[in-house]
């Protein structure tokens, strides 16, 4: 056990109830709280598990096992044999461009459809989209989705996607060999990879497994998906897109094969200026719901299982560029990005050519297989515990009408048959990571003998087996 700085002792004794909780059986919190109150002393958040830590199950250990780096490799490499498939290619040749690779997505996803017992469902999802920005002409835009449907509370959605459109140098270029190995082939093959390991298996909630189009010209095929499931008031919990995840090796030759960015957004895109002016007055900046579910990544699936360290970003996306990610965020879904740690830009958006004796290109050559396995793993173990788990709690609150220095905490009990309780979590305003946690029973609300002035609180819900959902930030409410 580490010691306890002296200086939280007085922290430690107004909060005797808090311990840290570590995934189990339900109601046992077995870690200290001095465990979690060193958490808060460093700064270094990748030093040691969040207090919020989650290990995979024996069901995810079993479903990790399964994700086979030779299935990417030969996804990948048979994305790369349609030559180009650039949104403006092609749609109706049976070898080359967009539209040969768009049948041979759905034909591979109806395949694992095949062996769920119906629970999965491969369609075509398009459009046309009128000319528009990188769009000349009139173009039909398609996205593949395979949908496993979820066995409990199937209104809970979650989204996984990659996109198979792919651009050269010049982003018009429709003719161009254009083999996208790394943007984005990798991300459609872990998309791939998780349909096909998951489709015998029965999710409590809903996972919809994606291919888009259009990312290259626009985030179209994205921005489609995301509009049709707000139209339909499709209840999606989480969105990650995998974009630029097949190589492990930067531009400078160095290598991180065991690091996986996550990129996830602070204040909100959808943000209202009601919303604004509460962040204003009493923060917020850093728990957006793409932040706490990008907490929830580390806590499931930064861990010997996947083997991986999920570093997470905590910006929308990289300088200039912007993914699938951003059209779900648009119409207010909590989602994040997965890209590789460090680009090599002579392998991307580029011409496949050889200048000054030097290979350009997106070529599978440059990818790292294992590497792509281990971020299927990661987005597996981030996914299925969402989808096992309970949803966020609804309608968390910290009630604000008595000026008191101690904080009331309420929230709407969710629907799942299984849950089991709640916890209320907390940590300094300037820790980045959930350091302490309440174990409060099947409750609908709880006072915690801290000044809501000083730290955070959240709420997350756990079922009869002990698995937890992402934290839900609590809005104050007079
Ligand atoms: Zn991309």
């Known amino acids: ?30 870690a200290s709280a001095s465990t979690s109150a060193s958490a808060a002393e460093e700064s270094d958040a990748g030093a040691h598990p969040p207090a ?81 920005p990188r769009i000349p002409t009139a173009t039909r835009i398609t996205n593949v989705l395979a949908t496993l449907r979820g066995s409990v509370t199937p209104e809970r959605v979650y989204v996984v996607s990659g996109h198979y459109d792919s651009r050269v140098t010049d982003v018009m270029d429709a003719t161009s060999d254009s083999p996208g190995a790394d943007d984005d082939a990798s991300g459609v093959a872990v998309a791939m990879e998780l349909a096909r390991v998951m489709a015998r298996r029965r999710p409590a909630a809903t996972i919809v497994f994606a291919a888009v189009a259009g990312e290259e010209q626009g985030l179209y095929g994205a921005a489609h998906m995301a509009s049709r499931f707000k139209a339909a008031g499709t209840d999606v919990q989480a969105m990650f897109t995998n974009d630029i995840v097949g190589a492990s090796r930067a531009d400078d030759g160095t290598k991180d094969p065991y690091t996986i960015r996550l990129f996830a957004e602070g204040v909100p895109t959808s943000e209202t ?38 570093r997470v970003v905590h910006r929308r996306d990289r300088y200039r560029r912007g993914g699938d990610h951003i059209p779900f965020l648009e119409q207010g879904y909590p989602a994040a990005r997965f890209t590789e740690p460090a680009e090599d830009f002579a392998h991307q958006h580029q011409d496949v050519r050889v200048e000054d004796g030097k290979q350009y290109g997106d070529l599978p050559e440059f990818c790292d297989f294992p590497f792509t396995a281990r971020v299927a793993r990661v987005n597996a173990a981030a996914l299925w515990t969402l989808a096992q788990a309970p949803g966020a709690p609804r309608e968390a609150r910290i009630l604000t009408a008595a000026l008191t220095n101690s904080t009331q905490l309420v929230w709407a009990r969710g629907a799942e048959p299984d849950l089991a309780g709640y916890e209320v979590v907390w940590r300094e305003t300037t820790a980045p990571e959930w350091t302490h946690v309440i174990p409060v029973g099947d409750v609908t609300s709880h006072e915690v003998d801290l000044s809501k002035d000083n730290v955070f609180f959240g709420v997350r819900a756990l079922n009869g087996t002990g698995l937890r959902s992402p934290v839900s930030f609590p809005s104050p409410q007079a």
């Open 1 to 30: 056990m580490r010691p306890v700085n002296p200086s939280r002792r007085t922290v430690l004794a107004a909060t005797a109830a808090a311990g840290a909780a570590t995934a189990g059986t339900a109601g046992t919190a077995s």
């Open 52 to 132: 919020t830590a989650q290990p995979p199950t024996r069901e995810l250990r079993a479903l990790l096992r399964e994700i086979d780096p030779a299935r990417i490799e030969a996804t990948v490499r048979k994305l790369v044999s349609f030559g180009t498939r650039h949104t403006l290619s092609t749609q109706d040749d049976p070898a080359r461009g967009i539209g040969a690779a768009r049948d041979w997505i759905l034909a591979e996803m109806r395949s694992y459809a095949a062996t769920s017992g119906g629970r999965m469902t491969a369609e075509l999802q398009s459009y046309v989209q009128e000319p528009a």
């Open 273 to 310: 200026p009601e919303q604004a002016a509460t962040r204003r007055s009493v923060g917020g900046e850093n728990d957006s719901p793409s932040r706490q579910l990008a907490r929830f990544v580390r806590d499931t699936a930064d861990n010997p299982a996947t083997g991986m360290r999920v």
